[in-house]
């Protein structure tokens, strides 16, 4: 996949040391879509290195991520298979379906820009 889209991998990503904390404590729809990117990083180069196993099990642990290393190999072994992501990453999407709660005014600013 990298190559076609012609990416050059980075190979460190560095968050801020509060990240997970951040992911932890946000809204239910944030949190769906930061937990789909996560697994997404893992499974998009087509390999699970023992250190990127280390990691899940570690998110997993401290229950930001619902998967372990097990699971995430079963979903890389789809993928690689061709069977895509929509059937893992619905649950994931459809939280992101909640409704909108913060009023936005007619001129389209949170709150009327008052």
């Not at 968050?15 to 997970?20: A, C, I, Q, T, V």
């Not at 932890?24 to 180069?45: E, K, N, S, T, Y």
């Amino acid at each position: 996949m990298f190559d076609h889209f012609h990416i050059l991998p980075k190979s460190h990503h560095r968050l801020s040391e509060d990240y997970l904390d951040k992911v932890q404590g946000a809204a239910p729809g944030v949190q769906a879509l930061c937990r789909l990117v996560i697994v997404l990083g893992f499974i998009l180069d087509g390999r699970l290195s023992w250190r990127e196993r280390w990691k899940l099990r570690r998110l997993n642990e401290r229950r930001v991520l619902p998967e372990g290393d097990g699971e995430a190999k079963c979903r890389l072994r789809d993928f690689v298979n061709g069977a895509g992501i929509s059937a893992w990453s619905d649950p994931y999407v459809a939280k992101l379906a909640t409704p909108v709660t913060a009023k936005v005014e007619e001129d389209g600013r949170p709150g009327g820009g008052r």
